[in-house]
């Protein structure tokens, strides 16, 4: 009896530490953009794709982690301490508003909160972040480009807030408050603000105004009268301090970079007490969103890849691409492989300019077998052939011909090939064969000056769009098996007459007649190419109906009227299939024979009068 | 038989006490869209396009010369694509696409007695031109037409009782008086006398019939 209650103290004790324990365990809220990215479901890592779903189960100590990708939200209010971040790239990782109001806004938090890595865009000009009733929140690391008539970020009675390494992209107010104290404004880049509220007010302490860059351009005033600089510590005020982005003209605000530029003022230039950079100088700290602790270790994807390769052995490939100009970057690498996306067979070449090249690559004999080649299935002056698919083969050569196959040769991406211009009813030999080209795919990364750096994970930037280069000549495979086909002109069904040729449709009994075929190319190819050709065909469709109607009721005159199309269809078949000077002798020959004929006859004639 | 003759009796018994309304006013126009199976009355269809039918969409216009009396025009389509013969190889081969574009004019009778009815069956025919295109592979396309008839029965649904609402703003937006849904049988016979082919066939279509 005891140790029963003894075993059941304990199994309740155990159930009690396990139930606390999992409700005191902080989840980590992955957001996606399609479920498929989700990471496996654990006890503490749960997915969503709706971002509001994801906050509003969020408790205290839970983290929001957004996977790269852009997301809209409406409004959405939260009061728990959690941490709201972007994984891997923060101009990659959009939160898109389209409504007014404040796109996040935390209300009443009593602990911390932490917003960073999210690049925040808006076209309805609204505010970003609206931190109002709550202490400690951080915002760090984050784009603003929420456009004119907007405010970044507004504080209202929490006088904790401190912003930092966040970076202002043509927003008419950066920061509003309603005190003159925040727990800090550090390192942040303000540029083009279009009014002179960068900060507002414009009373606030200066001493938690430090190291931040406000760069005006032509949009607007400073933000301070040059007597209060002397009280600031670090910050940058001048017009003429553009803080050199890479790449801050695209329209589309998701296309901008705004990683600094090698001559940038705001290159180890933030105030450390703000922690240190983990890219560039890491002895120092930048401002704007890709400086600090928390910032993207990742550079931006290189663009622009393009390869050659020598011609003959030994054979070597040239690359170029277009620069990453973050000055954090120090270099890139050439990664190759002879299949598409894997590069891990190779040691990547590491170059610093935007060139680079590798030399003597190999090039190996590739194992091709004959495709099976399936019957030919004709049509009017074609024949469209088929074959099995071959493994390593990145084309085909199809080969044809009356006595043999090496006639004529077309190359096709894949089954099946149409061989036009045929003569219809003239047999022909086919084979096909696989085609291998040699090949190497590139990939380029950039990378930073980092002791290790893991492609799209840590310090190089993720594999550009992959490039293939044709290396040495294509290698070609055996033939398949022969086949043999002839064209032939096809017989739609039903097989109905056409708006044409009546009279030689009703002779020869149906549309598709190999005489009434010469007639209708004779009409394409020689009548309906001139006005006085087409005239006639107009005529001949208003007035042959007719005559086809009296044959078709009067069957028995068909074969007079076939006799008497005979010498038509002789003259539009020599007409249409031959040169005009070959067309010009058959028909000089059929007139010397027509005289000849004519002078016999008249000879005869007269010797039978002299008889 | 018996049972049928039943149920039509009581679907038309209503319609006597509807009818005592002659001052509601009436439509002079039916505009129809539609579309359904047409099964061509051609053998060995589906040895060449793979199919027993293929699909049909039409639309008419009709002009009432009484309540129950009309007289329109209707135009419609309908397309298949499939194979055509290699004659002398006795196979199949080739790419054709067959198409139809029946042009009707027609006579219809539509059993309504009051406005309010909501089952009306209705019976028409007419003439027909059945213009036909046949487009094969490298080869020039085939065109013409042949002329015959069209026999035609069908059931229209009234939807102004399912949603009052949206019937009234069709009359007051559009003028439209009365929305039926329809089903409909239809035989068609139009035969290209040189080859004794009979293009038409039989359509199980169902549609959309606007009053205004």
Redesign the interface.
């Known amino acids: 009896m005891k140790s029963k209650q003894l075993f059941f103290a304990n199994a309740s004790l155990i159930l009690f530490l396990s139930l606390s324990t999992t409700a005191l365990a902080a989840i980590t809220r992955v957001i996606v953009k399609d479920d498929k990215q989700c990471p496996p479901v654990t006890t503490t890592t749960l997915c969503y794709t709706e971002v509001d779903k994801a906050i509003a189960a969020a408790v205290s100590g839970d983290s929001i982690e957004f996977q790269p990708g852009t997301y809209s939200i409406g409004n959405i209010t939260f009061n728990t301490s959690i941490s709201l971040y972007g994984t891997e790239e923060t101009a990659k990782t959009i939160l898109s508003g389209n409504t007014t109001g404040a796109m996040l806004t935390i209300d009443g938090a009593t602990s911390s909160v932490s917003i960073r890595k999210l690049t925040l865009v808006n076209a309805n000009a609204s505010t970003g972040i609206l931190v109002r009733n709550s202490s400690l929140v951080e915002i760090m690391n984050n784009i603003f480009q929420l456009g004119n008539g907007s405010t970044a970020i507004w504080t209202t009675a929490s006088p904790s807030t401190k912003i930092s390494n966040n970076t202002f992209f043509l927003i008419t107010s950066g920061i509003f408050s309603d005190t003159n104290t925040l727990g800090g404004i550090y390192n942040n880049i303000f540029y083009q603000n279009s009014n002179s509220t960068a900060i507002t007010p414009t009373t606030m302490d200066l001493a938690v105004i430090q190291n931040n860059l406000f760069f005006n351009g032509t949009l607007g005033p400073q933000i301070v009268t040059d007597s209060a600089m002397s009280s600031w510590q670090g910050n940058i005020n001048a017009p003429d301090k553009d803080p050199l982005f890479v790449d801050s003209g695209q329209s589309d605000s998701t296309k901008r970079d705004l990683h600094l530029k090698k001559t940038s003022p705001c290159i180890s230039t933030g105030n450390t007490s703000q922690g240190l950079n983990v890219v560039g100088d890491i002895t120092k700290i930048d401002m704007g969103a890709y400086g600090g602790p928390s910032a993207d270790t990742v550079p931006f994807i290189v663009s622009g890849l393009t390869a050659s390769a020598t011609a003959t052995s030994p054979y070597d490939i040239t690359a170029s691409w277009s620069a990453n100009n973050a000055y954090s970057v120090t270099g890139y690498k050439l990664y190759y492989g002879t299949a598409s996306g894997n590069y891990s067979g190779n040691a990547p070449v590491l170059v610093t300019g935007t060139t680079g090249s590798i030399i003597n690559v190999p090039v190996s004999t590739v194992s091709l077998v004959a495709p099976e080649l399936y019957e030919p299935?004709?049509?009017?002056?074609?024949l469209t052939v088929s074959w099995s698919a071959v493994s390593n083969a990145t084309s085909y050569k199809i080969h044809w011909g009356i006595a043999s196959t090496s006639e004529h040769t077309a190359d096709s991406a894949a089954s099946p090939y149409v061989i036009?211009g045929l003569t219809n009813g003239q047999s022909y030999l086919i084979s096909v064969s696989a085609v291998a080209q040699p090949a190497y795919h590139l990939a380029v990364t950039a990378y930073d000056g980092a002791a290790s750096t893991t492609p799209g994970i840590s310090h190089e930037s993720a594999y550009s769009t992959d490039y293939t280069v044709n290396v040495g000549a294509a290698q070609e495979g055996p033939l398949s098996n022969e086949k043999t086909g002839y064209p032939?002109?096809?017989?739609?069904?039903?097989?109905?007459?056409?708006?044409?040729c009546f009279i030689a449709?009703?002779a020869y009994g149906?549309?598709?007649a190999p005489q009434v075929q010469i007639l209708?190319n004779f009409r394409?190819r020689c009548l309906l190419t001139n006005a006085a050709g087409t005239m006639f065909v107009q005529w001949y469709y208003t007035h042959s109906p007719r005559a086809?109607r009296f044959i078709?009721e009067n069957p028995a005159i068909k074969p007079m009227v076939r006799a008497a199309l005979l010498p038509l269809i002789g003259a539009a078949f020599v007409l249409t299939r031959f040169s005009p000077a070959a067309t010009l002798f058959i028909l000089l020959f059929l007139l010397s024979l027509f005289m000849g004929y004519f002078l016999y006859k008249r000879n005869t004639a007269h010797s039978g009068g002299l008889h | 038989m018996k049972k049928i003759v039943v149920l039509m009796v009581l679907v038309l018994l209503p319609v006597g006490a509807f009818a005592a309304d002659p001052l509601m006013e009436q439509p002079h126009w039916s505009l129809e869209v539609k579309g359904g199976r047409f099964i061509p009355a051609i053998d060995n269809w589906q040895t060449y396009y793979g199919k027993r039918y293929t699909s049909e969409y039409a639309g008419s216009l009709a002009y009432k010369i009484t309540r129950q009396l009309e007289f329109g025009l209707e135009g419609g389509t309908i397309r298949d694509k499939g194979k055509g013969l290699a004659p002398t190889h006795g196979t199949l081969a080739g790419e054709v696409v067959y198409q139809l574009f029946p042009v009707s004019a027609f006579v219809l009778v539509r059993g309504i007695l009051s406005e309010n009815q909501w089952l009306v069956p209705y019976v028409g025919g007419g003439w027909t031109r059945m213009y036909y295109q046949e487009k094969i592979q490298n080869q020039t396309t085939v065109r013409g037409f042949a002329d015959g008839s069209h026999f035609r029965a069908g059931l229209q649904f009234s939807l102004d009782g399912v949603d009052p609402g949206a019937a009234n703003s069709m009359y007051l937006d559009y003028g439209v008086h009365h929305t039926y849904f329809f089903i409909e049988a239809e035989r068609t016979r139009a035969v290209v006398k040189s080859v004794s082919a009979n293009l038409g066939g039989t359509s199980y279509q169902g549609g959309l019939l606007f009053e205004f």
């Open positions: 299935e004709p049509a009017n002056e074609q036009s032939e002109v096809i017989v739609p069904y039903p097989d109905l007459p056409n708006k044409g449709t009703a149906h549309y598709s209708r394409d086809a078709n």
